[in-house]
C-alpha cells in the first residue's frame, strides 16, 4: 500500500484531524494515507459506484486485518502495523458522489485532498465545474485548513479524450466540446485560488513533476484564517 504521493504529505496535516478525498478512486491511496497518518476521520467521495463499492470492501478487509493483529498483539503475539491504524479505519467512510454538486453541508475538515482529479471534472463539467468543485472545498474547510491539489497537466487532456477502452471511447463527444471551451487552464488554478475570490492566503509545491507518467507537482493551498 505505499504510494510515491505520501511521501510530500506531512504527519501533523492529517493525525488526529478531519480529513476529505474528493475523486478517491478505488480508494487505495485514501487507506494508505489512514494507515500511515492515522486522521480522526476521512470521508472519502468519487463519482463511479464500482469504484466506490470496490473501495468499500478495501476498507472491510483492512478492519478485519487490523483487528485480527489487535487481538494477536494482546496476546502478546507480536504487533502488527495495522493494528495501531484500527481505529483510523473506523473514521473512514466511502460515498458515491458528484463532487460538482456535492453538499458538504455542515461538514468542515482541516484538509481536503484533490488529486488528479482535476482534468476530470474540467472534461465533464468544464471551468464552471473546476470553480465551482475549488469553491466548496474552500467553503468546507476550517480556517487555516489545508487545500491538496495534484492536478493533471494540460498536455494530458487531448490524449485522455483520444482513449479507448475495447474500441470505446472512455469519454463522451460532449467533452471534446467542453476540451475547446477550455480557458481556465492547470496553470492558472494558484492565482485563483489565491486571489481576490479564491480564498487562499499562501501556497508551496510540495513535490516537483517528475519524469515518470503519474509524478504530477503536488500543490498545498493555505485558506484564510479569517
Not at 463499492?53 to 494482546?74: F, I, P
Amino acid at each position: 500500500m505505499e504510494d510515491h504521493r505520501l511521501e510530500a504529505l506531512r504527519d501533523e496535516w492529517f493525525r488526529g484531524k478531519r480529513a476529505c478525498d474528493v475523486g478517491c478512486n478505488d480508494g487505495l491511496f485514501s487507506l494508505s494515507l489512514v494507515g500511515a497518518f492515522a486522521p480522526a476521520s476521512c470521508v472519502c467521495l468519487d463519482i463511479d459506484s464500482d469504484l466506490v463499492r470496490a473501495a468499500q470492501r478495501k476498507l472491510e478487509a483492512l478492519r478485519r486485518h487490523s483487528a485480527a493483529q489487535a487481538g494477536a498483539a494482546e496476546r502478546g503475539e507480536g504487533e502488527g502495523a495495522l493494528a495501531d491504524a484500527g481505529q483510523a479505519f473506523g473514521g473512514v467512510e466511502f460515498r458515491r458522489a458528484n463532487a460538482v454538486e456535492f453538499d458538504f453541508g455542515n461538514e468542515k475538515f482541516d484538509v481536503i485532498l484533490l488529486l488528479s482529479v482535476t482534468k476530470w471534472i474540467h472534461l465533464n463539467f468544464g471551468d464552471d465545474g473546476v470553480k465551482t468543485v475549488l469553491r466548496k472545498c474552500r467553503d468546507a474547510l476550517v480556517p487555516g485548513g489545508s487545500l491538496i491539489i495534484e492536478p493533471q497537466p494540460w498536455k494530458s487532456y487531448k490524449s485522455t479524450l483520444r482513449k479507448k477502452i475495447n474500441g470505446v471511447p472512455v469519454l463522451p463527444d460532449e467533452c471534446k466540446a467542453n476540451l475547446a471551451a477550455i480557458e481556465f487552464r492547470p496553470d492558472a488554478f494558484e492565482a485563483h485560488l489565491l486571489g481576490r475570490d479564491g480564498g487562499f492566503a499562501s501556497a508551496e509545491r510540495l513535490r516537483p513533476a517528475g519524469t515518470a507518467a503519474f509524478d504530477r507537482e503536488i500543490f498545498r493551498f493555505i485558506k484564510h484564517h479569517h
